[in-house]
């Protein structure tokens, strides 16, 4: 299953949701569902926007599996 790879991506660079929102000027709402995992749709121009702000290519911000975070028991 793909998951947002956004927080791993920015957290290293001192980003949080708030200021890549003010950076972006997307609404907070749609980069804190991206950035938590909530999000299950992002636009082409949404990804686009949080990719350039980062550095990174588009689809940098998708990862697939599980998050490297969680442990299956």
Known sequence: MARWRLREIAEPERWTARKLAIATGLAYNTVWGIWT????????????????????????????????GETEE
């Open 37 to 68: 995992g909530k999000s299950k749709r992002a636009d082409l121009e949404t990804l686009s926007t949080l990719a350039a702000a980062l550095n990174v290519h588009p689809r940098d911000l998708i990862g697939n599996g599980e998050d490297p």
